[in-house]
């Protein structure tokens, strides 16, 4: 759900900004958590993303013009 977007339905999540404010730090559990902003001007974008040993991860991304959303996937964790 978009809240205040430009006309026409704007770039969404397709953008092309630098990296604000990046972490990325091991939790307690041994997941790594990777936080970072990226701004455009059309939206505010903060992520949050889990990633567990087992290759499995969550994003987490809010939105100030929009409604926040989820994704949950697996890695493809190539043998090299």
Known sequence: RA???PYGGGDGLNFRA????YTMKMDKKGNAVIQFIIRNPEDRYEFRAKVYPNGSANIDVNMQNRQSISFQGKLDMKDE
Do not use: A, G
Request: charged share 30%.
């Open 18 to 21: 630098p990296l604000k404010e």
């Open 3 to 5: 809240y205040s977007i």
